[in-house]
């Protein structure tokens, strides 16, 4: 595996120098993930929930055994209605970092992080604890993801505050503050609007150097991404290939402004992933998820819209699926990050990890 994780790095390389057309300017910095797996569904008919962590860890292991480089879940208490690995709100929600510490025992190579992390959740010095725990446990593995949240129900359900986006984007910065400062600084001190730490320690300390990674997720032009500029070191995007160069301009003009170099920042997006050996039996399975309305926010009365769909998903054979992650690369993505149907098998985890590895050569 160390041989191939390291042919894998050789032949990104190369293609960051332009072996899949015009590439936007890299360095020799090595992505925070290249090809990651979000667990977003744990709906797995004739599995007791006795045994769902089980059947989750096999596939985290099955993900980092097929190459993947990261493992990701969702920030939330109730299913949402996620295109193809959604679902109803009463479906299982397994409490992110209990999951991930666990998943942390019974894997070795892949990061491990939410996708995105709700700021309002949790105070940001108790985040900022959970998450160096969760880099000591895993050796060094966590990565920090968090997010402005927007879940209402979520927050109505267990009662927490949900305050307008201006001022969840105003909490988002100082949590990103505080975060920093307690990854890297002995006993910082920070005094803000909204929250506020005095010498707080945290040790043990990360093992990471300067603490776990940060990843901004969102995509808000005027202070999402100035957030990313300014505090992060990956963001994760939404949206077509055209709207991802047009994001990615935007986060270009934010860093210029801060006088930072793009690409210091990991730029990925998360996307439905449909992969089946044949064209047809992916085709199948696409219509198999429209059908039990897994993309069911994205159809009007008409009913869905499959170039609307397409965009928000890859889908096809190994080759179609190889194609169109490369197009992605070539808009400017450093890595992509996906979820599967339901219940996937182990099987098809094994084919998209062999897949997406293979689409750098």
């Known amino acids: 595996m160390r041989v191939r994780a390291h042919a894998i790095a050789l032949t990104w390389s190369m293609l960051q120098r332009g072996h899949c057309g015009p590439m936007t300017r890299r360095t020799d910095r090595r992505p925070l993930t290249r090809f990651g797996l979000q667990f977003s569904n744990f709906t797995y008919p004739g ?57 942390a025992a019974r894997t070795s190579t892949v990061r491990l992080g939410t996708l995105v992390t709700g700021l309002t959740y949790r105070n940001p010095a108790l ?27 979520e927050h109505e359900g267990y009662g927490f505050d949900f305050p307008p986006t201006g001022e969840r984007l ?34 043990p300390r990360p093992v990471t150097p300067g603490g776990p990674p940060i990843l901004v997720g969102g995509a808000g032009e005027k202070r999402t991404l100035r957030l990313v500029a300014r505090y992060a070191d990956a963001c994760n995007l939404f949206g077509d290939i055209p709207m991802v160069r047009h994001k990615l301009e935007v986060l270009a003009a934010h860093c210029e402004a801060e006088g930072r170099d793009p690409a210091e920042i990991t730029k990925t997006k998360l996307c439905a992933l449909i992969i089946a050996e044949t064209e047809e039996e992916a085709e199948r399975r696409l219509a198999e998820q429209i059908d039990a309305g897994r993309f069911a926010e994205r159809t009007t009365a008409a009913g869905a819209d499959p170039e609307d769909l397409r965009a928000r998903a890859v889908v096809g054979s190994p080759e179609q699926v190889a194609e169109q992650v490369r197009e992605h690369i070539a808009a400017g993505l450093d890595g992509m990050i996906f979820h599967l149907p339901p219940a996937a098998d182990l099987d098809t985890i094994r084919l998209a990890g062999a897949t997406l590895t293979g689409a750098v050569w």
């Open 47 to 103: 599995v007791p929930d006795a045994q769902l962590f089980e059947r989750i860890a096999a596939s985290a292991r099955t993900a980092e055994d097929s190459g993947f480089d990261s493992v990701w879940v969702m920030d939330h208490f109730y299913q949402i209605p996620v295109p193809v690995a959604g679902g109803g709100r009463e479906e299982p929600m397994i409490e992110a970092y209990s999951l991930l510490s666990a998943l």
């Open 127 to 153: 985040l900022a604890k959970i998450v160096t725990s969760l880099d000591v446990i895993s050796s060094g593995r966590a990565v920090l993801g968090v997010g402005a949240a927007w879940n209402d129900d």
């Open 170 to 203: 105003s909490r988002l910065e100082e949590t990103l503050r505080i975060v920093r400062a307690m990854f890297r600084e002995d006993s910082p001190s920070f005094e803000g609007r909204y929250y506020r730490i005095s010498e707080a320690l945290n040790r």
